[in-house]
């Protein structure tokens, strides 16, 4: 589970580097890079999917609500790549291993981890009202 991990935060961390050096290497300064960067929610995404295997990989406990959301979050990006993307300008070079790494490798590895390893803690909804609503609920600790 931990060598998993830490196969998919190196494959998450590379696929950021590459597109870092890519941004970067168009004449951006690291401030204007960071920015034009963090403005994306693949880029965000993968971050944070970079950040919490390796947490796992050092042996962290993460909540499954945590892992569960993140999985559904990185699988919106390879469908978002697979239907609404596909068909762009080809890309070459480092920008091409960055796209490939973070819209391509990365969605289909951590649902596989999380199918093959993730602990899948219960949905906990408490009190409805008459009209169907809720009224509370439980929110999971991370």
Not at 5 to 29: C, F, N, V
Not at 77 to 102: C, E, K
């Amino acid at each position: 589970m931990r060598l998993a991990a830490a196969l998919i935060a190196l494959i998450a961390w590379a696929g950021l580097a590459a597109q870092y050096s890519a941004t970067h290497s168009a004449g951006y300064s690291v401030g204007e890079t960071l920015w034009i960067l963090l403005r994306f929610f693949t880029i965000l995404t993968n971050l944070l999917v970079a950040v919490t295997m390796s947490a796992i990989a050092l042996g962290r406990t993460v909540s499954a609500a945590w892992i569960g959301g993140l999985t559904l979050a990185i699988l919106l990006v390879g469908i978002i790549d697979a239907t609404l993307l596909r068909g762009m300008p080809q890309l070459s070079g480092t920008a091409n291993l960055a796209d490939i790494l973070l819209h391509k490798v990365t969605p289909l590895a951590v649902p596989a981890w999380w199918l093959a390893f993730a602990s899948r803690g219960p949905i906990v909804i408490e009190g409805r009202s008459r009209s169907g609503s809720m009224s509370s609920f439980q929110t999971p600790s991370f």
